[in-house]
């Protein structure tokens, strides 16, 4: 049974968590400044990332901490935390994809894509291909990428409606946005192998409530959850994260998740919940050349 309390003492390292404000990234976040790291909260409102970094202070924590302004709805407020975080510090350790948008109004980003999509994927691949001078220059670094479960609800990317181009399905937009996660993760270790010592995994964190599911309407969340028959506090849900971020058990490509009955709770293990889909490597080189194309960013090298 892996807890926080298993992690390696992280001293000296430096760590970024978007979405690190609140629900699994706050415990993220939480965790890795109790072990002593320094620990960037990278989110788009400063108000309630200055409320949870004083709040992760009065846990007298031996880390420190650091607010980030990132807007994952926006590849050039994406380049600026990138630019931000460059000026300050040379080198990053642990770079946590964990921020996301769930099931909302059919909506797009700034640059036109469907919301979930946008902001779980592509606002990801674009701050990983930002900060990956400083990943590469840093001797040992990991990339964790925060999918879901949902990941096995769709078979496939469908191009053809990444910026809301058919009738909006708030679950299969979600789903695929998830499924890019994992396929982001599993590409990022293929390709990054001959450049650097960088780790790349995919994780997922259960069945968590949090405020991810705030857009979904309070009966129908108190329906879905009755099903389960554990849900995980968000301290729980980020176990995952913190494994494949810092064990020296976890190994690069890899995906893991809770070890409980249909992994919707427990201690991390490698998931067995993974589709034929999921590892499909064409499909993986697929998406991350659509990503290059739309982005216009190029990586690794």
């Not at 978007?18 to 320094?38: D, F, K, M, R, V």
């Not at 380049?79 to 059919?106: C, D, T, W």
């Not at 997922?204 to 979904?216: A, C, K, N």
């Not at 554990?230 to 176990?239: E, M, N, R, T």
Request: glycine share 8%; charged share 20%.
């Amino acid at each position: 049974m892996w807890t926080k309390n298993n992690m390696p003492d992280q001293t000296g390292k430096i760590a970024i968590v978007t979405g690190g404000n609140t629900g699994i990234g706050y415990e993220t976040a939480l965790a890795l400044y109790e072990a002593g790291a320094h620990v960037i909260i990278a989110c788009r409102d400063a108000e309630r990332a200055t409320e949870a970094i004083d709040t992760m202070k009065s846990t007298g924590g031996k880390g420190s901490l650091e607010f980030g302004l990132l807007n994952l709805a926006n590849l050039g407020a994406i380049k600026s935390f990138a630019e931000y975080f460059k000026q300050k510090h040379q080198r990053l350790n642990m770079l946590i994809n964990n921020a996301g948008v769930m099931m909302p109004p059919a909506s797009k980003t700034d640059d036109g894509f469907e919301l979930q999509f946008g902001v779980n994927f592509i606002g990801h691949f674009a701050l990983t291909a930002h900060l990956y001078p400083v990943l590469k220059s840093t001797a040992h670094c990991r990339v964790v990428s925060v999918s879901s479960g949902a990941s096995t609800f769709v078979d496939h990317i469908d191009y053809d409606n990444l910026k809301l181009e058919k009738p909006y399905e708030e679950m299969r937009e979600y789903a695929t946005s998830k499924l890019a996660n994992v396929y982001f993760a599993s590409e990022l270790q293929r390709r990054a192998q001959p450049f650097s010592n960088l780790m790349s995994n995919a994780v997922h964190p259960g069945v968590v409530y949090t405020e991810l599911q705030r857009h979904i309407p309070k009966d129908q969340l108190e329906i879905a959850f009755s099903k389960y028959k554990k849900v995980s506090d968000p301290w729980q849900g980020a176990l995952p994260s913190l494994f494949a971020a810092t064990s020296p058990s976890a190994s690069g490509g890899a995906y893991y998740g809770p070890d409980g009955e249909n992994e919707q709770s427990g201690y991390p293990a490698l998931s067995q919940r993974i589709t034929p889909a999921m590892k499909d490597e064409s499909k993986a080189a697929e998406l991350w050349n659509y990503a290059e194309e739309v982005t216009g960013l190029k990586f690794p090298y």
